[in-house]
């Protein structure tokens, strides 16, 4: 299974930017998905996660820095999550991933299978 993220880039604060990530090599339907992020010196953190249920429902998840900033989507047809950011802030410059997980505590960072990360730079 490959993860491709794309879509970071520099934008202002209070700016907006949609980050894509499309899986191949497996279908990912039954998979949470999610969004994690590093800046530089720190440690990888989760940003949001849109969580597998039973019937392929799902449940989206924020970490609290982001919440009712970032929205988090998935379109199964196109094997493909993404991530909203909007009214950024500076401090949300980091390399953004994205993961996918079969099952368990979407927080942690034990996940099946990582992309290789976007960078997003916001600017004061």
């Known amino acids: 299974v490959q993860l491709q993220a794309s879509g970071g880039g520099l934008v202002q604060a209070g700016g907006s930017l949609r980050l894509s990530c499309a899986a191949s090599?497996?279908?990912?339907?039954?998979?949470?998905m999610s969004w994690f992020r590093q800046a530089p010196g720190k440690e990888r953190e989760f940003v949001a996660a849109?969580?597998?249920?039973?019937?392929?429902?799902?449940?989206?998840d924020y970490a609290d820095s982001v919440k009712g900033r970032f929205i988090i989507s998935r379109d199964n047809s196109k094997n493909t999550v993404y991530l909203q950011l909007n009214s950024l802030k500076p401090e949300d410059t980091a390399v953004y991933y994205c993961?996918?997980?079969?099952?368990?505590?979407?927080?942690?960072?034990?996940?099946?299978?990582w992309g290789q990360g976007t960078q997003v730079t916001v600017s004061s």
């Open positions: 849109t969580t597998w249920s039973i019937g392929n429902t799902y449940y989206p």
């Open positions: 090599g497996r279908t990912l339907t039954a998979y949470t």
């Open positions: 993961a996918a997980k079969w099952r368990g505590d979407v927080r942690d960072k034990e996940y099946d299978f």
